[in-house]
């Protein structure tokens, strides 16, 4: 058990801030010991092949630490509600080398050759990592960002939500059952630390996260602001797929295909997704989206780096009529 005692600057600097760097760091514990966390087998089973091209040794070395802590330069704490994985990487590149060897020291047994490399030249070993970590998130987390992204926003606008009608203390109280404040201590249950901290007036951030797993993660003694990071609702739907085939009717109007791309366009998805999930070519998907559009069918729309595709109203009536729209 952690004990925070928090002041009233505390309470008045409390915000909330969306990580994808720490997406990264979380779903290395995912894939690496998915047995543990069944609701997110679908994305395992998508993410293992296209990492397959990818070294990532030394994220799994620094994220699966024998004391299972991970190491505080690895994630450090957003300096903005939403900031870019860019922008994260930089802050990340930019950690002082003496900050990485202590926390480096503070690990027992021996350190793998990867570690060792880091430990010996911090500032190479931090733009190695930063190039590890770019190219990971490209490959098993860049397909499913936007949706994942909409997600956590959501998730903020809950809790803003909740702060707004109940106060700190009713949105702590709410936020996770490892987290309660008590009077002016916030209560937080870990597996691995106890101890007690105050923040001085740093105040707290609060990161929801899809792959936390289900429980709180926290950096309350690493410089910057003292992060809490809390799984978010309903993350499984993130890789449900609707059992219902594509009407047959549809499909002798429209092509099995472009059926088949409408079926799957329930919530807003991007080319590189709709192509894994149909095992079809980008280019061919995006074809097919073209011609949907052309038809009013499908809409898009920019979100950062990713164009989203949906359908139309005009495509869920159709669906509707057809007896081929999604529950």
Not at 60 to 76: A, Q
Not at 165 to 175: C, E, F, I, S, Y
Not at 303 to 310: D, I, T
Request: charge should be positive; include cysteine.
């Amino acid at each position: 058990m952690m004990l925070v005692g928090l002041d009233a600057r505390d309470l008045a600097t409390t915000r909330f801030a969306v990580s994808p760097l720490w997406e990264v760091v979380g779903s290395v514990r995912i894939i690496t010991r998915s047995q543990w966390f069944p609701e997110h087998l679908p994305w395992v089973e998508r993410a293992r092949p296209r990492l397959a091209t990818v070294d990532w040794r030394l994220l799994t070395d620094l994220v699966s630490m024998p004391t299972g802590i991970i190491p505080g330069f690895v994630c450090p704490p957003p300096s903005t509600s939403q900031p870019t994985l860019d922008v994260e990487l930089a802050t990340l590149a930019a950690t002082p080398a003496e900050v990485v060897q202590a926390e480096l020291d503070r690990v027992p047994g021996p350190r793998s050759p990867r570690l060792a490399e880091l430990y010996a030249d911090p500032t190479a070993g931090l733009r190695r990592l930063a190039e590890v970590v770019r190219a990971y998130a490209d490959a098993a987390i860049g397909p499913y960002w936007p949706r994942m992204r909409t997600l956590l926003e959501r998730e903020v606008l809950l809790g803003a939500r909740r702060m707004a009608t109940d106060g700190v203390q009713g949105l702590l109280n709410h936020l996770d059952p490892y987290v309660r404040l008590d009077g002016d201590t916030l209560h937080v249950e870990h597996l691995v630390l106890s101890g007690a901290v105050r923040l001085d007036g740093r105040g707290l951030l609060l990161v929801p996260s899809v792959f936390c797993g289900p429980r709180v993660w926290s950096n309350f003694g690493s410089p910057g602001q003292p992060v809490l990071r809390y799984p978010a609702r309903a993350v499984a739907t993130l890789w449900e797929r609707d059992p219902l085939p594509p009407g047959r009717g549809l499909a002798r109007v429209l092509g099995k295909t472009r059926a088949a791309l409408l079926h799957e366009l329930a919530v807003p998805t991007s080319t590189t997704e709709l192509a894994e999930r149909c095992r079809l070519t980008p280019g061919t998907v995006s074809a097919h989206l073209g011609a949907l559009r052309d038809a009013g069918l499908v809409g898009a729309h920019r979100a950062g780096r990713f164009v989203l595709y949906a359908r139309t109203t005009a495509a869920e009536a159709l669906l509707a009529a057809t007896g081929a729209a999604t529950r």
